[in-house]
């Protein structure tokens, strides 16, 4: 999963390390106007999570967890960069926000909650990457 970037929302039920933890590749979904907390680390090298319409960037570390919080106050897609030069396929390290208007988001993310939980595979440990989930900064 080297420049990769990946994302877990707590589900519906509000508490990771649950079936319907919502799972996402190079797309991270966020409510507008409503402060997100992000806690981020890397398996490699230091990458930079770098949001330009936000302007926000921090590193990921690989063995450290690094919290911040933002929120967004415009609707609409942005582009998600490393802006580290992480190796060979840096390029790859490419993704996408969306901000969605709160009622927006909350239907999205009930959805996608109830689709992980009925796709739950207690098996598959490649969907089950972690570490003690917190939201205190």
């Given amino acids: 999963q080297q420049w990769y970037w ?5 589900g519906a039920d509000q508490n990771f390390g649950t079936p319907d933890d919502i799972v996402s590749n190079h797309s ?3 409510p507008k106007d409503r402060p997100v907390v992000v ?7 230091i ?3 770098f949001i330009p319409e936000v302007r926000l960037q921090m590193d990921a570390i ?9 929120d967004a106050n415009t609707t609409g897609d942005f582009e998600l960069a490393c802006y580290h ?15 969605m208007e ?11 909650s109830r ?23």
């Fill in 102 to 112: 709160d009622s927006e988001y909350r239907t999205w993310e009930q959805e996608a």
């Fill in 39 to 45: 806690e981020m680390k890397s398996k490699d090298v």
């Fill in 62 to 70: 690989p063995g450290d967890v690094t919290k911040f919080w933002f």
């Fill in 85 to 99: 030069l992480c190796g060979a396929a840096h390029y790859k390290m490419k993704g996408f926000v969306k901000v």
């Fill in 115 to 137: 689709l992980s939980a009925a796709q739950y595979d207690p098996d598959n440990k490649q969907l089950q990457w972690g570490w003690a989930w917190g939201t205190q900064l």
């Fill in 6 to 10: 990946n994302f877990r929302y707590a």
């Fill in 28 to 30: 991270l979904r966020i």
């Fill in 47 to 49: 990458h930079g999570f």
